[in-house]
């Protein structure tokens, strides 16, 4: 059956009564700013997230606009040292770290779970309140100096630069408490608001990637919080705990930093493992292969994630032991994420699919990070990361994973939005914006693996003309990749006012968020459906009077 999701004649919605719905049955500004309904927060989460990428692919487009002709010197190297820094701390904190947990994990894992709200409502708008606190504390750096060390706040610089560190560091620090609690809340949903009938291993895979994604987030975070909290001891105080000058040791910063920082990478990576499994088989209309394995490969990845942290500190003067092995280590965590790229191609075997917008996301997605994947394994090996460390060769690869995930992160947006808000966007656009940011992306990065091999430093301000195409293409795709995330912004936002009105099953999704009307109800179900396979589609029937499919159950 073929899956058509076409809005591209959508009608402008009729002035009719909309059915009781979350977003129309309370109005006014407090409405929001007090709710408890787990949907209405992931949407301030939303709000919040949405603002940081605009100002963050400003900031990425700033520096490589420069890299086109720095000898125009759009950039003075101070200003040039704020972009990158912003750029990252934004991105990474502000963005792609509560991304999927807090927007997409907020508003679809009671749903998936046919519960009425998540364990611990009030804990969940204290959490969002907390992350607001942060990003404000985080953006006002824009007014008041920026931020010139890097997003990985390297001592002894950042123990004595006059840039606002001890802003942006208390800012992460509270952004932190709001990462613990969101995950604590996800990993004790999953565990006690189970439906009859959903033993573990008739969760949806997306459930499996939330709790994994909890595990790392209360494991890991503790850390960066303490390591900030003496950093900040440091520079108030003058306390020498990693500053040489003072009798610290800059390495133990290091060391500190990449013991959450590397998890952090997989509490980014792994939710959108999870999106991506349930973005392949619904659009494929398949049964996901090797269901337990992706589901374990999971856990797998939150406990080697907290022990590869030492791959970062192989040119930092560790034992040649220690650093043997963290690279096994480091081509160990390697395994799990293989095992679910495997599985993933395993499901589209055969499969019927549909080249939807999500699905292009997810096909960008699979391409992407099997790129980013494998040049990890060379940043892992020490004999390649000792020539390639400090490198575009790094940036590159790290992108690679990064924009990988906001691919499959876009993906779900598109993919639960008509769920989100009950409309359909217009298909032809979303599609087109899936190819702008998978070309943006290849062109713009692919280039730095090649000037990186060839020895050109990150971070620079100025190159020589060796590497002027390299940079000029890279430059170029940039251009490319902020053309299609506008044209996902444009097209969502759209489809809220323009947009056809949604099915409540547009894909013919199993999982218990397609039995309810969309937007769902306030309360989400009048009473909860009871569990069956989220993966069997011979429960999802078309009607081919209505021209929908028809989930059991549907309220």
Sequence with gaps: ??????????????????????????????????????????????????????????????????????????????????????????????????????????????????????????????????????????????????????????????????????????????????????????????????????????????????????????????????????????????????????????????????????????????????????????????????????????????????????????????????SVIFSIITFAVAVPSAIKVFNWMATLYKGSIALTTPMLFALSFLFTFGIGGLTGLFCGALAIDVHVHDTYFVVAHFHYTMIGVVMVMLGGFYHWWPKITGKMYHERLGQLSAVLVFIGMQMTFLPQFIMGSLGMPRRYYWYPDEFSMHHHISTGGSYILAAGFALVAFNLIWAIFNGKKAPANPWGGATMEWYTQSPPLPHNFDSAPEAGDPYDYTKVHWDNEKKEFISPYVQ
């Design 1 to 322: 059956m073929e899956i058509n999701a076409d809005s591209s004649a959508g009608v402008a919605p009729t002035h009719q009564a909309e059915p009781l719905n979350y977003l129309n049955h309370k109005k006014g500004i407090a409405s929001w700013l007090f709710t408890v309904d787990h949907k209405r927060i992931g949407l301030m989460y939303l709000a919040l997230i949405g603002v940081a990428l605009f100002l963050g692919g400003v900031f990425a487009l700033a520096v490589r606009t420069h890299l086109l002709r720095p000898s125009d010197k759009m950039l003075t190297p101070e200003q040039y040292a704020q972009m990158f820094t912003l750029h990252g701390v934004i991105m990474i904190f502000l963005v792609i770290i509560p991304g999927i947990p807090a927007v997409l994990g907020n508003f679809v894992v009671p749903l998936m779970l046919g519960a009425k709200d998540v364990a611990f409502p009030k804990l969940n708008l204290f959490s969002w309140y907390l992350f607001a606190t942060g990003v404000v504390m985080a953006l006002v750096t824009l007014f008041t100096g920026g931020l010139d060390t890097g997003w990985t706040l390297y001592t002894p610089y950042s123990s004595t630069s006059f840039s606002n560190v001890s802003l942006v560091g208390t800012a992460a620090f509270i952004m932190g408490f709001s990462s613990i609690l969101t995950g604590l809340n996800m990993m004790v949903t999953i565990q006690t608001m189970r439906p009859k009938g959903m033993t573990i291993f008739r969760m949806p895979l997306f459930l499996w990637a939330a709790y994994a994604t909890g595990i790392i987030q209360i494991i890991g975070t503790p850390v960066l919080a303490i390591t900030l909290l003496l950093l900040l001891m440091e520079r108030f105080f003058r306390v020498g705990i990693f500053d040489p000058a003072m009798g610290g040791d800059a390495v133990l910063f290091q060391h500190f930093f990449w013991f959450y920082s590397h998890p952090a990478v997989y509490i980014m990576v792994v939710p959108a493992f999870g999106v991506m499994s349930e973005l392949i088989t619904v659009h494929t209309r398949k049964t996901i292969f090797g269901y337990k394995a992706i589901a374990y490969s999971s856990v797998a990845i939150a406990i080697l994630s907290v022990i590869v942290w030492g791959h970062h500190l192989f040119v930092s003067g560790q034992t040649m032991r220690t």
